[in-house]
């Protein structure tokens, strides 16, 4: 072989190290952000809460669970849904979903992570129910969607 043979061997050689090598680190930059089956998902949040938090939803239906008091025992009742019906673990009490704001609310709990949630209402003049809630954990937020008309 000739030096100039040599010498062209190395400098590819070379040259295919370091594209491999940004390929590789490419791949670890982009990775994070792709969405998969496993339990690092990207996901943004809402466009309409108008938050900085990572992720989110709006609306009634999509309110996270809620925890309430049973006014008979004093128990806590889990609501999964906003439209399930509220039935009480401990006694006999039942209540249909409309009865939600009649009820003395104890939590949120978040979707994402299952932590406790921030929550208030904006407008407690207008709806006896509650209006936001942000997770300080993962930053989830949900917000009830509604006109001010």
């Known amino acids: 072989m000739t030096q100039e043979r040599i010498f062209l061997i190395t400098v590819i050689d070379t040259l295919e190290s ?15 952000l792709r969405s998969g089956n496993g339990p690092n998902k990207f996901r943004l949040s809402a466009v309409d809460t108008a938050t900085t938090t990572h992720d989110g939803d709006d609306g009634w239906a999509k309110r996270p669970p809620a925890t ?3 006014p008979r025992c004093e128990s806590d009742i889990l609501q999964h849904n906003a439209y399930d019906d509220i039935d009480c673990p401990r006694c006999v009490a039942s209540f249909d979903a409309d009865e939600f704001s009649e009820l003395e ?3 949120l709990t978040c979707p994402v992570c299952r932590d406790d949630m921030m929550h208030g209402q904006r407008h407690p003049e207008a709806f006896d129910i509650v209006e936001w809630a942000t997770c300080n954990s993962c930053r989830y937020h949900w917000e009830f969607k509604h006109s001010y008309d």
């Open 18 to 32: 370091i594209y491999n090598g940004m390929r590789r680190a490419g791949e670890a930059i982009v990775a994070p």
């Open 105 to 107: 609310l104890r939590g």
């Open 68 to 70: 309430v008091a049973c």
